[in-house]
């Protein structure tokens, strides 16, 4: 797939055209053994496939994990396609799996309007709850396995009240599902960094620890009130222990655009770059289209990623102009049946379906680029490899029944084959 382009409007650029169709290695065979016999190779052959939808099957090989275009070495695993759509596994790069009261009972909610409000649910929540995180979130995590997630950026608060359990119980969830999904882990301080005495102190212990990928920091003007303190104390720290930035920026005005300037200067000032994302960034559609160029331009200097849940038409961010300068865009799902809200299912390719909704496409290239931004735009927010079906690419697809791309993006099939490694990992919505 090429990468999508999207207005403010919708989506704009399609798909990718369709490369030759036969699955590559996953890299050289294992070390020899002692006997100077090298290690077998795990090889998988799936035949009868069409890769995005090609109005030609094709028979696809596997080995060690990525597509090969070598020939299937012999005794090599058959899974047969039946003529399904393969299409590359999604990436969800914003997913907070420590709040789901995913697979337990029902919760019912309070109102609340201010973050601090539901950051006070939140704790309520996390102490009503029987399961422990590590369970809860390996449900959720396991649910979004067998609906084609392939990775997720998980968001873990870490604050006073919850100490790093959310971070330890999806550390654990993450050990449990290491052949089926690629997790990095973020330490967010939902509650403020400074505003909530001793988190700061519980960051650096998780960033110390090498627990955590990156670490997090919230609005620091309008909720944490402490601009400089906060991106201070959050840059030092990925930059003294080798970790990445994901700090989520709700303001719309000039609190957002404010705090945009800042993170920029301090990824330059610390050579960050590349190691820095930006979520939700609801500052952004506001702008002008001048002013969205020169921020644009900015935050492409010094490769700021961003990721968008797709949470309305007039907040979702306008990744067509933002990518035309170069910008990493990803799509997420954030919270899952929590405090926060009663919605949710980490089924990214409901995400992309939403997507699609909010901003008001109807051609199929439009279709198909909402697919494209959780595939490709998600997977470019967090480092990985895109999935194209040639030689060298990772063997991370679904199988699924369909005409073609658009239509699954409206439809949302059962994802009959989740494939993770080149192996088979969930089937008929059902971990293997």
Not at 349 to 354: F, K, Q
Request: glycine share 10%.
């Amino acid at each position: 797939m090429t990468p999508p382009s999207l207005s403010r409007r919708g989506v704009l650029a399609g798909a990718a055209s369709l490369g030759a169709a036969t699955l590559a290695p996953a890299g050289a065979a294992q070390a020899a053994s002692g006997s100077g016999r090298a290690e077998p190779r795990k090889a998988v052959v799936f035949r009868n496939i069409r890769p995005f939808g090609a109005a030609e099957a094709v028979d696809l090989t596997v080995i060690d994990g990525v597509f090969s275009d070598e020939p299937a070495p012999k005794g090599a695993k058959v899974v047969y396609g039946d003529g399904r759509i393969a299409l590359p596994s999604l990436v969800d790069a914003h997913i907070h799996p420590d709040k789901t009261s995913w697979g337990g009972s029902w919760v019912t909610r309070k109102p609340a309007n201010t973050i601090a409000e539901f950051c006070e649910q939140d704790v309520e929540l996390f102490k009503a709850q029987k399961r422990p995180v590590g369970e809860r979130a390996y449900g959720l995590m396991a649910h979004a396995v067998t609906r084609g997630t392939r990775a997720m950026r998980a968001h873990a608060d870490v604050a006073p009240a919850f100490g790093l359990a959310g971070l330890e119980g999806i550390a654990e969830a993450r050990e449990r599902l290491a052949d089926a999904l690629d997790v990095q882990l973020v330490a967010f301080p939902q509650h403020g960094v400074v505003r909530t005495p001793g988190t700061d102190k519980l960051l650096a212990e998780a960033a110390r620890t090498g627990l955590i990928d990156m670490v997090g920091g919230i609005d620091p003007i309008s909720f944490d009130n402490a601009l400089d303190e906060q991106l201070d104390f959050v840059f030092d720290l990925a930059d003294r222990h080798g970790i990445g930035v994901d700090i989520h920026l709700h303001d719309r005005d000039e609190k957002g655009t404010k705090v945009l300037r800042g993170i920029i200067d301090r990824t330059k000032a610390l050579s960050l770059r590349g190691k820095v994302t930006v979520s939700h960034v609801f500052c952004l559609p506001y702008l002008s289209e001048g002013e969205l160029d020169t921020m644009a331009g900015d935050l492409a200097a010094q490769d700021i990623a961003l990721t968008t849940v797709a949470p309305g038409p007039n907040t979702v961010l306008p990744i067509a102009a933002l990518q035309k300068h170069g910008v990493r865009v990803g799509l997420g799902s954030d919270g899952v049946r929590d405090s926060w809200s009663p919605f949710g299912n980490a089924d990214m390719l409901h995400r992309a379906h939403i997507l699609g909704q909010i901003t008001d496409v109807r051609l199929d290239e439009e279709l198909t680029a909402c697919y494209t931004v959780g595939a490709n735009g998600s997977a470019d927010v967090m480092g990985l490899p895109h999935v194209d079906f040639e030689p060298g690419s990772p063997a991370d697809f679904v199988l699924v029944r369909g005409e073609c791309v658009p239509q699954i993006v409206v439809d949302m099939p059962q994802r009959d084959l989740v494939v993770h490694g080149g192996q088979v990992v969930a089937r008929a919505g059902e971990l293997v």
